[in-house]
């Protein structure tokens, strides 16, 4: 079920992880890396489509996969994540109240949908 606009977790909730996002900016080695990776996935044109996984290569992942989508995703809709989802063989979807990155604010949710998931 959906968590109303005033029920949603965000990041500002978790001020340690904002801390933890902030040292990572001022780490010079790992700001070099990201700025890499980023270099290497996006052209002038947009993200490399040379890097995105193919359907084909989905349908052959072989282990049980957790999909986490947040469900404001500026990188794709919740279509998107479901279209994924049946991709994949054993494929479990959950949607969070969140944008691309649903763990940075729902930490614990997350926490447990993960160890619910290994177990």
Known sequence: MMASMGEKETIVRYPAQIEALV??????????????????????????????????????????????????????????????????????LEVLPAGHGPWLGNPHRVAELVSDFVR
């Open 23 to 92: 040292a990572a900016g001022r780490d010079p080695v790992r700001s070099e890396v990201n700025r890499a990776e980023l270099r290497a996935a996006i052209s002038p044109f947009g993200l490399r489509r040379s890097l995105m996984l193919q359907a084909s290569e989905l349908r052959q992942l072989s282990v049980p996969t957790l999909l986490l989508w947040g469900d404001h995703d500026p990188l794709g809709t919740l279509d998107v994540a479901e279209a994924t989802c049946e991709l994949i063989p054993e494929c479990q």
